[in-house]
């Protein structure tokens, strides 16, 4: 099956700095990747959608300076923190959706980002 | 933006019992999805029917939809330990493809 494979999987990172997580589909091309962050107990939300060789699309609210997506290949989306706060600190989860497979939505096992 | 509401919000059962979760959604769908996510880990696909389906089933799972009320309903029968996780329901709402998540219910089931 699809496997999509998101690192690292762990990072902490001091106040100031950008932290760059990386989410690839191994097994198949994906025109298209999600970004998602997750509270402690609370479900996931949409920060912005990744378009390969456009630029990503961004959920009302999310900031796309501090956020910053790239999506240069069909198997490689980027998402770069950037000048990282605690209150960044965060689980964040990327899904990439393979075309040929009707609704076919694979997630990466996530990214723990602690911010200190 | 989250889609709806999930409830119960937590649910805790005996090893052996079923397990009922309900999801509500605002707008109209494509389908809907529903995850597994084990604490700190990524999410699974469980099970996805499309809007002209009102049951599905596979394996221990069973799903209903009602678009009338805009409400699906995820049942696991006869729960395992291994069961325990949180569920998601999801919604493909428009044509950009986005899945948009419900709330959640986090399910504890005691061996």
């Known amino acids: 099956g699809a496997v999509v494979s998101q690192h690292p999987s762990r990072v902490i990172c001091k106040s100031g ?19 998602y962050r997750q509270f402690p107990k609370k ?23 501090k956020f910053l997506i790239n999506h240069a290949s069909l ?33 990466g096992s996530g990214t723990r980002l602690t911010v200190v | 933006s989250q889609q709806g509401e999930e409830d119960p919000q937590a649910l805790s059962i005996q090893e052996g019992e079923n397990a009922t979760m309900n999801c509500s959604y605002k707008t109209s769908i494509n389908n809907l999805q529903w995850y597994r996510q084990n604490s700190g880990r990524g999410l699974v696909h469980l099970i996805l029917i499309r809007s002209n389906e009102r049951e599905k089933h596979s394996g221990r799972l069973r799903v209903t939809l009602d678009t009338s009320k805009k409400s699906s309903s995820l049942l696991i029968t006869a729960s395992r330990a291994a069961d325990t996780a949180s569920y998601f329901c999801a919604t493909d709402a428009s044509n950009t493809g986005k899945l948009i998540f419900g709330q959640g219910t986090t399910l504890q089931v005691k061996p």
Request: hydrophobic content about 35%.
């Open chain 1, 17 to 35: 700095t950008s932290v760059k997580i990386e989410c690839r589909s191994l097994d198949f091309q994906a025109t298209t990747m999600f970004w």
């Open chain 1, 43 to 65: 479900s996931l939300m949409l920060m912005a959608t990744s378009n390969e060789g456009s630029k990503a699309t961004y959920e009302q609210g999310v900031e796309k300076d």
């Open chain 1, 75 to 107: 198997t490689l989306s980027t998402l770069t923190v950037t000048s990282a706060h605690p209150e960044d600190s965060s689980f964040y989860i990327c899904s990439a959706r393979e075309v040929t497979v009707a609704y076919g939505y694979t997630f």
